[in-house]
C-alpha cells in the first residue's frame, strides 16, 4: 500500500473532522481565539513604549531671576519634564514626590546668580523619584543634556573658563537604581491577579460543567452570599501569597519594607476583592473553562502591561494611560511602592484606594446581577 493509500485509510481523518465541525459550532470560543490576539496586539503594540517623556517636575526656585527662569525652560524643552508646579520649600516638594504627584524636583538655590555672576560654578539639583528605574534614567539623561545646553549658552556671552552650571541628580527611594527594588513590590500585584482573576473566572463555570450549580441553586443561600462564599478562601490564599513575596524579596533580594505593614496588608483587601469580583464577573459572562481561561488573559494582560509594573505610563500614551485607570493593579502599585519604598501614610494613598474600593464594589455587584439573570 502506497504512501498516499495509507493516508487516505487513516482513522485520524474522521477525529480532525469532528474537532473542526465542533470547533465551527463553538463560534464563541473560536471568534476569542483570532480576535483576542488580534485586539492585543493592536492595543498594546500602540500603547507600550519605553521612552519615557514628559515626567511631572515641581520647582523649587529659590533664586527667583532671570537664569534660574531659563534653566527651568531649558529643563521643559528637553521634552524629558512636564512643569506641573512650583513649591515654597523642601517639605512641599518631598511631599509632592512621596505622594506620586511628581516624579522629580528641580532645586535651584539662592546663590545661582550670584554663583554665574562671579564666575563661579553655579549649582542646582535634580531630586528624582528613583523608585522607577526607566523613569529616573530619563530624568538623569534630560538633566545632563539641559545643563550641557544652559552651560554653551552661557559660555557664548561670557567669559569665564570653568563650567558655569552643574546639575547635581540625587535619586530618591533607589539610590542604586536598582531593578529588583522596582520589581518585586509589583510581583505582589501581578501574583495576586493572576491567581484571583484566572481562578475565581473558572468557578462558576467549573460548578456548571460538574452539574453542581443547579444543586447550589436550590440551596437556601442568596446569590450574595453565593458569590462570599466564593471568594473569601481566595483572600487567605492572596495574603499568603503577599507574605510570601515580601519574604523572599527581603531576604534574596534585599528590598526593604520601609512603610507600615498592617497599613499595607489592610489596603491589600480591597484589591484582593477588586480581582476577585472580576475574575467572578468573567465567570458568569462564559460558558465553559475554555472561555473562562482565554477571557481571564484577556483582563490580564492589560492588567500587567498598561498598570505601570513593567512599562513606565508616563510613556504610554494619553488613551492607554486612561484605560489603565479602569484596572485595579494600576491602583495597587502606588500602594504597593509607596508604602514598601517610600514610606508612606493612608494620606497619601487615599485616593486610590477609594480607586480599588470602587472597583471592588463595582465588580461584585455586577457579578451577583449577572448570576441573578442566568438563573431566573
Do not use: C
Not at 1 to 27: C, G, H, N, Y
Not at 124 to 145: E, F, H, K, R, T
Not at 207 to 216: A, H, I, N
Amino acid at each position: 500500500m502506497s504512501l498516499r493509500q495509507r493516508l487516505a485509510a487513516s482513522t485520524v481523518w474522521p477525529m480532525l473532522w469532528k474537532e473542526f465541525i465542533q470547533m465551527r459550532r463553538d463560534r464563541l470560543t473560536l471568534g476569542m481565539m483570532l480576535g483576542i490576539p488580534a485586539i492585543q496586539l493592536a492595543m498594546f503594540g500602540y500603547a507600550i513604549q519605553t521612552e519615557v517623556r514628559h515626567l511631572p517636575t515641581v520647582v523649587l526656585d529659590e533664586s527667583r531671576s532671570t537664569e534660574s527662569l531659563a534653566l527651568v525652560d531649558q529643563l521643559r524643552n528637553t521634552g524629558n519634564f512636564d512643569i506641573v508646579g512650583y513649591v515654597a520649600d523642601r517639605k512641599a516638594l518631598d511631599r509632592e514626590i512621596r505622594g506620586g504627584r511628581a516624579m522629580a524636583g528641580v532645586v535651584i538655590p539662592p546663590t545661582f546668580l550670584s554663583d554665574l555672576r562671579r564666575g563661579r560654578t553655579a549649582e542646582a539639583q535634580l531630586i528624582v523619584d528613583a523608585a522607577d528605574p526607566l523613569a529616573s534614567s530619563a530624568a538623569m539623561s534630560g538633566a545632563v543634556q539641559a545643563g550641557a545646553a544652559r552651560s554653551m549658552a552661557i559660555l557664548a556671552r561670557t567669559t569665564g573658563r570653568g563650567p558655569p552650571l552643574d546639575i547635581r541628580v540625587r535619586p530618591w527611594y533607589n539610590p542604586g537604581l536598582r531593578s529588583a527594588v522596582y520589581i518585586v513590590p509589583g510581583i505582589i500585584g501581578v501574583l495576586l491577579s493572576v491567581t484571583m482573576i484566572l481562578i475565581t473566572s473558572m468557578s462558576i463555570v467549573r460548578e456548571r460543567e460538574r452539574g453542581t450549580l443547579e444543586q447550589l441553586i436550590v440551596t437556601p443561600i442568596d446569590k450574595t452570599s453565593l458569590m462570599l462564599g466564593k471568594i473569601v478562601p481566595f483572600v487567605l490564599v492572596g495574603y499568603v501569597q503577599m507574605t510570601v513575596v515580601l519574604l523572599l524579596g527581603r531576604f534574596l533580594f534585599d528590598v526593604p519594607v520601609r512603610g507600615s505593614l498592617p497599613l499595607l496588608y489592610l489596603l491589600t483587601f480591597a484589591f484582593i476583592v477588586a480581582s476577585l469580583g472580576m475574575g467572578l464577573f468573567i465567570s458568569t459572562l462564559v460558558r465553559s473553562q475554555t472561555q473562562a481561561m482565554q477571557l481571564g488573559f484577556f483582563f490580564l494582560m492589560p492588567n500587567i502591561l498598561l498598570s505601570g509594573f513593567m512599562f513606565p505610563r508616563e510613556a504610554m500614551p494619553v488613551v492607554a494611560q486612561w484605560l489603565g485607570l479602569v484596572l485595579p493593579l494600576t491602583h495597587f502599585l502606588k500602594v504597593l511602592r509607596g508604602i514598601i519604598l517610600k514610606d508612606v501614610g493612608i494620606v497619601e494613598l487615599w485616593n486610590p484606594t477609594l480607586v480599588l474600593v470602587l472597583l471592588a464594589t463595582l465588580f461584585l455587584v455586577l457579578s451577583v446581577r449577572r448570576f441573578s439573570k442566568r438563573i431566573e
